[in-house]
């Protein structure tokens, strides 16, 4: 549960924290349990399909998806394979009310790490697959506002002005 001391919140666009490259997990303890626990209620009460770990300030490699099959935690993710490709439209809690087009593989091979500090491999195909690589481009800095092009981004600019002026106040 989360307690007003430790309360995350989720970072929005203009936040530094969400342009910086996450540092790798050393062994997953106590510490980053807690992290995980709270983010995942968060995930649930955004009413978010993912959350990476620098959308809360965390600058650690943690990443949780659940696209309604379970919660899939993942520490120091890596794409292994990809295959296939296709353009979906993408929201993020980082960016409410922004949509982007992105041109992603439909289906991944990732190897990480669970809570229990166990390495696993998933295969993730459509969704599942599409959400996972969403949060690890997180870990890498990358928002979805970075796939978009230069018509895109045009037509978001008054938005994106919009969400980093509320981030300042």
């Known amino acids: 549960m989360l307690t007003p001391q430790t309360r995350l919140k989720i970072r929005y666009y203009g936040d530094p924290s969400l342009r910086r490259r996450s540092k790798p997990v050393s062994k997953v303890a106590d510490a980053e349990r807690s ?23 965390i600058n650690k490699q943690m990443v949780m998806v659940d696209v309604g099959n379970g919660l899939v935690t993942l520490i120091n993710p890596r794409i292994l394979k990809k295959t296939g490709f296709e353009v ?30 166990e390495k696993i491999t998933l295969n993730a195909c459509d969704l599942f697959a599409r959400a996972l690589q969403h949060e690890i481009d997180h ?11 230069l018509f895109a981004k045009m037509r978001l600019r008054k938005k994106l002005k919009s969400l980093e002026s509320e981030r300042i106040l």
């Open 88 to 117: 979906m439209e993408e929201g993020c809690l980082s960016l409410p009310g922004v949509y982007v087009k992105v041109r992603r593989p439909r289906k991944i091979v990732v190897s990480g790490y669970n809570e229990q500090n």
């Open 35 to 57: 992290i995980l626990e709270q983010m995942a209620e968060l995930m649930r009460l955004s009413g978010g399909v993912g959350l990476a770990a620098p959308q809360v300030g």
């Open 139 to 149: 870990l890498r800095g990358r928002l979805i506002i970075d796939y978009a092009n």
